[in-house]
């Protein structure tokens, strides 16, 4: 079955995007093949594949439109894959986003894709929300979410309709609003949410945060979510104090301290756990490892520690990420 599913993903995500690649931007072949020459293989496909989503980007840009794209593309995807160490057990993790940007929609419309979609409530996971037996199994049990974004930015709203594509496909609806300010060194913010699945039912989320600029490369911030899921008829919490470091522009790290609850109708303490990440930059911007060590205490075995050790690979890619 989950063979199946990851079959299904691909096709559908192929079968949509070919019919906007006739509107972008042929690519030659043997474009750049002589620079290619003096690259390592993995270069140059990266180099291809972020090309190749910017045609697809001003393609499907030019269909929605109806006139040429002109404007430099901002799509971009993200993928993430590594292995997860905990205590004598090894798992693997693989995470997909990615969005393409329409700015002759007056940039109000966008396409997101999304994998690990089925987890409503991340405020409980303490570990990876994809993880799985190994990278290929996360890869291929990871359901995808793929939508159409509507975002009007003067009202800080933004409303996706998609689909989950599980077994059976699985017809969505999201409607988000955010607010917040900025003055000199600090910031806050909130989001309001409320989502409706076909099969997984319907909730609401909200978050509330900030956080202080202490120098050019140091700051601190505090975030709070609570999402309400009317299948479970439960509340699940999550609040989190982070120290971030940016030693240089390809170092940086990351601190954080979190507290974990949920309940039907009265909050009770679950998990509280800490961490920090390590992240460098391997390559220019686009490839970097990520480090992060993790000390997790559960209120079901009497907050007795569980570490953990996750080690893993982020690889950018788009137009602004070309050479």
């Not at 987890?119 to 570990?127: A, D, K, M, Q, R």
């Not at 319907?202 to 050019?216: F, N």
């Amino acid at each position: 079955m989950r063979y199946q599913k990851s079959h299904l993903a691909l096709v559908l995500l192929f079968a949509f995007m070919w019919p906007f690649s006739v509107y972008g931007e042929e690519l030659s072949p043997d474009e750049g093949d002589a620079e290619a020459l003096d690259r390592a293989w993995w270069q140059v496909a990266h180099q291809r594949a972020s090309s190749a989503i910017g045609g697809w980007s001003n393609g499907m840009d030019a269909f929605f439109s109806g006139q040429p794209s002109q404007i430099a593309s901002k799509s971009h995807v993200e993928i993430r894959l590594g292995s997860v160490f905990e205590n004598n057990d090894t798992s693997g993790l693989f995470d997909l986003h990615a969005k393409w940007e329409l700015p002759n929609t007056k940039k109000r419309l966008r396409l997101v894709l999304d994998s690990g979609a089925d987890t409503l409530s991340p405020e409980n996971v303490t570990g990876e929300v994809s993880q799985q037996d190994n990278v290929l199994e996360s890869a291929l049990q990871s359901s995808v979410s793929a939508a159409v974004r509507f975002a009007k930015d003067d009202l800080g709203m933004d409303l996706d309709v998609g689909i989950l594509v599980d077994f059976p496909l699985d017809p969505f609806v999201r409607l988000r609003f955010k607010q917040g300010h900025i003055k000199e060194d600090w910031y806050w913010y909130q989001k309001q949410e409320a989502f409706a699945y076909y099969s997984e039912g319907v909730g609401a989320r909200y978050a509330l945060g900030g956080g202080y600029q202490l120098a050019s490369n140091l700051s601190y911030g505090l975030d709070f979510s609570v999402v309400w899921l009317d299948k479970e008829d439960s509340f699940y919490a999550r609040e989190e104090l982070f120290f971030q470091h940016v030693i240089n522009e390809r170092n940086q790290l990351r601190y954080e301290l979190g507290f974990l609850q949920s309940g039907e109708s009265q909050l009770q303490s679950d998990t509280f756990y800490y961490n920090f990440e390590y992240n460098r930059f391997l390559y220019k911007n686009w490839l970097s490892a990520q480090i992060k060590p993790q000390m997790t205490h559960e209120a079901e075995d009497d907050y007795t520690g569980d570490w953990s050790l996750t080690l893993s690979l982020v690889v950018l890619m788009g137009p602004e990420y070309l050479y």
